[in-house]
T-cell receptor
Framework: GNSVTQMEGPVTLSEEAFLTINCTYT??????LFWYVQYPGEGLQLLLKATKADDKGSNKGFEATYRKETTSFHLEKGSVQVSDSAVYFCALRIMEYGNKLVFGAGTILRVKS | GAGVSQSPRYKVAKRGQDVALRCDPISGHVSLFWYQQALGQGPEFLTYFQNEAQLDKSGLPSDRFFAERPEGSVSTLKIQRTQQEDSAVYLC?????????????FGEGSRLTVL
């Protein structure tokens, strides 16, 4: 089946630390990959995406590269801020299986000042 | 409004009661999705509409769950004879395009607690 596995949280970092949140996927087709973020008290919002192998998605200093050989889409940021504290969800979509997104369980990030 | 609006934000129901959750998508958005999010989990797909047509309801967990979008705008998710395992946050999301580029705009959700 189609599924997404994320590293368990919470991840707690000091401000300006380097962030990696691991995401791997299993897919029966050729997926597009996404990272969504949920800030406290808000709805989920798209952070970045990649639609084919070796594509790099980037936004707000965050990056993720679509690695087909390792079926991964790890999220990275060079220097986190307190305002990055949120829940991060990795997701995939396979057109052959309709328009729905399949989400991972989410990773809580806490950044301390 | 500017975003996806859901109501009520919080609902407490006694086991066996029927509940209705409302979603107002962004104006003009063709696609509408309902997701269920249990505590500490990611959102799980329930159903998908393209305008008023329900194209995919494969995620609805039982026939107690019913969704509609009669005029291709506002949608209602109805749960009949609620059970404790229905307790979750129900998320609505909309997308401008029918083909779904993957960018969904989510509401803040309706938190259902079944006692």
């Amino acid at each position: 089946g189609n599924s997404v596995t994320q590293m368990e949280g919470p991840v707690t970092l000091s401000e300006e630390a380097f962030l990696t949140i691991n995401c791997t996927y299993t897919a029966t087709g050729y997926p597009s990959l996404f990272w969504y973020v949920q800030y406290p008290g808000e709805g989920l919002q798209l952070l970045l995406k990649a639609t084919k192998a070796d594509d790099k998605g980037s936004n707000k200093g965050f990056e993720a590269t679509y690695r087909k050989e390792t079926t991964s889409f790890h999220l990275e940021k060079g220097s986190v801020q307190v305002s990055d504290s949120a829940v991060y969800f990795c997701a995939l979509r396979i057109m052959e299986y309709g328009n729905k997104l399949v989400f991972g369980a989410g990773t809580i990030l806490r950044v301390k000042s | 409004g500017a975003g996806v609006s859901q109501s009520p934000r919080y609902k407490v129901a006694k086991r066996g009661q029927d509940v209705a959750l409302r979603c107002d998508p962004i104006s003009g958005h063709v696609s509408l999705f309902w997701y269920q999010q249990a505590l500490g989990q990611g959102p799980e797909f329930l159903t998908y509409f393209q305008n008023e047509a329900q194209l995919d309801k494969s995620g609805l967990p039982s026939d107690r769950f019913f969704a509609e979008r009669p005029e291709g705008s506002v949608s209602t998710l109805k749960i009949q004879r609620t059970q404790q395992e229905d307790s979750a946050v129900y998320l609505c999301a909309s997308s401008l395009e029918a083909t779904n580029t993957g960018e969904l705009f989510f509401g803040e959700g309706s938190r259902l607690t079944v006692l």
